[in-house]
T-cell receptor, first 115, second 111 residues
Framework: AQSVTQLGSHVSVSEGALVLLRCNYSSSVPPYLFWYVQYPNQGLQLLLKYTSAATLVKGINGFEAEFKKSETSFHLTKPSAHMSDAAEYFC?????????????FGIGTKLQVIP | DAGVTQSPTHLIKTRGQQVTLRCSPK?????VSWYQQALGQGPQFIFQ???????QRGNFPDRFSGHQFPNYSSELNVNALLLGDSALYLCAQARVNTEAFFGQGTRLTVV
């Protein structure tokens, strides 16, 4: 079984401040990990993914995440928040082999950026 | 290269009715999954189709059924609608072992 825990359903940061969104995963096999972003009334857009290559993964819009196996974590960061980053962010995990497996999502973290 | 397209974008149905939601594929993507996203929640996996067969299923009742066509497009059918079925329904497509590409979703309201 696989699961994802996102710590903090709401996070507020000032414009220009560091963004840190936390995600811990549970998986019985080496996982594939993802961060998706969802703007209001939109579908989900992939920010970045970890697929067992480099542990530090760079994504779009200046976001990056670091896979830490010892901590079972995959936290999302951005050095300087922009107003356009205000959205909901979902951490997700899929694992297994032999085909595309179901993706399990966290409950989401809503990011508010204060001017 | 067109993205994943879902139709309709919004839908209002009455309790007890049946609904069909549609998803058109991103070019070359052969696996389709459907998710239900209730307000304030993360997406919940309903089922996945590959080569026109249901391959995996989440914890959803048999009222939820699907179909995948030879051109990889897909339908989600929900029978005997309940108020609790009101949600954003997301279709995601991917090639095997790649990330999923999501459509914009269909907002279903059951009244």
């Amino acid at each position: 079984a696989q699961s994802v825990t996102q710590l903090g359903s709401h996070v507020s940061v000032s414009e220009g401040a560091l963004v840190l969104l936390r995600c811990n995963y549970s998986s019985s096999v080496p996982p594939y990990l993802f961060w998706y972003v969802q703007y209001p009334n939109q579908g989900l857009q992939l920010l970045l993914k970890y697929t067992s290559a480099a542990t530090l993964v760079k994504g779009i819009n200046g976001f990056e995440a670091e896979f830490k196996k010892s901590e079972t974590s995959f936290h999302l960061t951005k050095p300087s928040a922009h107003m356009s980053d205000a959205a909901e962010y979902f951490c997700a995990v899929t694992s297994g082999s032999g085909g595309y497996q179901k993706v399990t999502f966290g409950i989401g973290t809503k990011l508010q950026v204060i001017p | 290269d067109a993205g994943v397209t879902q139709s309709p974008t919004h839908l209002i149905k009455t309790r007890g009715q049946q609904v069909t939601l549609r998803c058109s594929p991103k070019s070359g993507h052969d696996t389709v999954s459907w998710y239900q996203q209730a307000l304030g929640q993360g997406p919940q996996f309903i089922f996945q189709y590959y080569e026109e067969e249901e391959r995996q299923r989440g914890n959803f009742p048999d009222r939820f059924s699907g179909h995948q066509f030879p051109n990889y497009s897909s339908e989600l059918n929900v029978n005997a609608l309940l108020l609790g079925d009101s949600a954003l329904y997301l279709c995601a497509q991917a090639r095997v072992n790649t990330e999923a590409f999501f459509g914009q979703g269909t907002r279903l309201t059951v009244v």
